[in-house]
Antibody, heavy 116, light 112 residues
Framework: EVQLVESGGDLVQPGGSLRLSCTVSRFTFSIFWMSWVRQTPGRGLEWVGNINPDGSEKYYVDSVKGRFTISRDNARNSLYLQMNSLRAEDTAVYYC?????????WGQGTLVTVSS | DIVVTQSPDSLAVSLGERATINCKSSQNVLYSSNNKNYLAWYQQKPRQPPKLLISWASTRESGVPDRFSGSGSGTDFALTISSLQAEDVAVYYCKQYYSPPHTFGQGTRLEI
């Protein structure tokens, strides 16, 4: 069974930075797109962005463009989300997911809290 | 950006009865070259990540009970649970993947 494990969530002050990681196992990571999705407490899901297999193509939701960067290391079966200039509204559980267009495998999520 | 709107926001259905959740996209998500609708349905239970139920608007994922079905094309879609079971209590989301940014509906809370 495919396994995705996110890490790196923490409490951070507004304006701060954080890097999330997602390690994938039992899956041919290097040939698939990957996505980040977030969920604010008590609210719905928001697609944050995705990255193609070789990392050359990336897309983001407008609210994070210029602040967040998705990257990957295929040798380490790992996906990353670098988050800069964090705002209170970025507080959420962040999920990574395998992306075939539809998101077929998800991690359990990691909580990011932006607060002073 | 494509806006995806679900209705209703919440729904209460009796055990064994039919439940239908609607999803409307602000733009067509049917890709004419392959005749596929770029629309998926997810189920999320408390304290769990979302689970993919249906892709391409109507293709049920392996292991998903056949009481779940997806229908629709273009801009209007529906998820139907033919005979509600207790374990189906959850929040259901549709999501378009026709063009980035991919967008989710706001979710529909299904209760008994």
């Amino acid at each position: 069974e495919v396994q995705l494990v996110e890490s790196g969530g923490d409490l951070v002050q507004p304006g701060g930075s954080l890097r999330l990681s997602c390690t994938v196992s039992r899956f041919t990571f290097s040939i698939f797109w990957m996505s980040w999705v977030r969920q604010t407490p008590g609210r719905g899901l928001e697609w944050v962005g995705n990255i193609n297999p070789d990392g050359s193509e990336k897309y983001y939701v407008d609210s994070v463009k210029g602040r967040f960067t998705i990257s990957r290391d295929n040798a380490r079966n790992s996906l990353y989300l670098q988050m800069n200039s964090l705002r209170a509204e970025d507080t959420a559980v962040y999920y990574c997911a395998t992306d075939s267009g539809y998101l077929d495998h998800w991690g359990q999520g990691t909580l990011v809290t932006v607060s002073s | 950006d494509i806006v995806v709107t679900q209705s209703p926001d919440s729904l209460a259905v009796s055990l064994g009865e039919r439940a239908t959740i609607n999803c409307k996209s602000s733009q067509n998500v049917l890709y004419s070259s392959n005749n596929k609708n770029y629309l998926a349905w997810y189920q999320q239970k408390p304290r769990q990540p979302p689970k993919l139920l249906i892709s391409w608007a109507s293709t049920r994922e392996s292991g998903v009970p056949d009481r779940f079905s997806g229908s629709g094309s273009g801009t209007d879609f529906a998820l139907t649970i033919s005979s509600l079971q207790a374990e189906d209590v959850a929040v259901y989301y549709c999501k378009q993947y026709y063009s980035p940014p991919h967008t989710f509906g706001q979710g529909t809370r299904l209760e008994i």
